[in-house]
């Protein structure tokens, strides 16, 4: 169980353009969804918290209108990233919060590596 | 959330058992410790979690010390594929609905040798 998947694993796109990343917990409910964000030989870095039907939370410096995060279902949560510059190309990994059995973990998804040209 | 001190990197036989220390020395009573690991080009995978006492499940054992500012994650085996950053987080634990984002450091990143 405990299955995250995010679609696409990458992409690249020209700058200017906006790219939509959607993270989907597959076997569980996911009542909270985090954003992050890797930048090369870095730590992944919080981007944003979403609960279901509300608006995200957004890490201090992260551009609530340049980065759209939507949370629409228990199960699907989209990050778009609007107007990407190059300096947005990074590995963007999404993580779903529930509960499996007794206790309520985190599980990540695979990663979508973005390169904005 | 607490800060954990990990050493940045660390080799280890294939084969033999990889203990990865960490340090959080200001850990409060409710907090956790969480262990992660991100192999190249991956998502994080979780590991294994406690409060006080030892545990153990399928992936590693995980040992924390009896004033809790200390634990050691152990990988009975290792195996070339167990090559990757392990980070330990020291957070909150929740039965409820609401959750907070994971602060991760530098981790430390675990060689295995053929």
């Known amino acids: 169980g405990a299955v995250v998947s995010q679609h696409p694993s990458w992409v690249i796109c020209k700058s200017g353009t906006s790219v939509k990343i959607e993270c989907r917990s597959l076997?569980?409910?996911?009542?909270?969804m985090f954003w992050y964000r890797q930048f090369p030989k870095q730590s992944l870095m919080l981007m944003a918290t979403?609960?279901?039907?509300?608006?995200?939370?957004?890490e201090q410096g992260v551009e609530k209108d340049k980065f759209l995060i939507n949370h629409a279902s228990l199960t699907l949560s989209t990050l778009t990233v609007t107007s990407a510059h190059p300096e947005d190309s990074s590995f963007y990994i999404c993580?779903?919060?529930?509960?499996?059995?007794?206790?309520?973990?985190?599980?990540f998804g695979p990663g979508t590596r973005l390169t904005v040209t | 959330d607490a800060k954990t001190t990990q050493p940045t990197s660390m080799d280890c036989a294939e084969g033999r058992a990889a203990n990865l220390p960490c340090n959080h020395s200001?850990?409060?009573?409710?907090?956790?410790v969480y262990w992660y690991r991100q192999i190249h080009s991956q998502g994080p995978q979780y590991i294994i979690h406690?409060?006080?006492n030892n545990e153990t499940n399928e992936m590693a054992s995980l040992i924390i010390t009896e004033d809790r500012k200390s634990s050691t994650l152990i990988l009975p085996h290792a195996t070339l594929r167990d090559t990757a950053v392990y980070y330990c987080?020291?957070?909150?634990?929740?039965?409820?609905?609401?959750?907070?984002?994971?602060?991760f450091g530098k981790g430390t990143h675990l060689i295995i040798q053929p």
């Open positions: 200001t850990i409060s009573g409710n907090e956790y």
């Open positions: 987080i020291v957070r909150l634990s929740y039965s409820g609905g609401g959750a907070d984002g994971l602060t």
């Open positions: 406690g409060l006080k």
């Open positions: 993580s779903a919060g529930g509960r499996l059995m007794s206790s309520y973990e985190q599980y």
């Open positions: 979403s609960n279901e039907g509300s608006k995200a939370t957004y």
């Open positions: 076997d569980f409910q996911a009542t909270t």
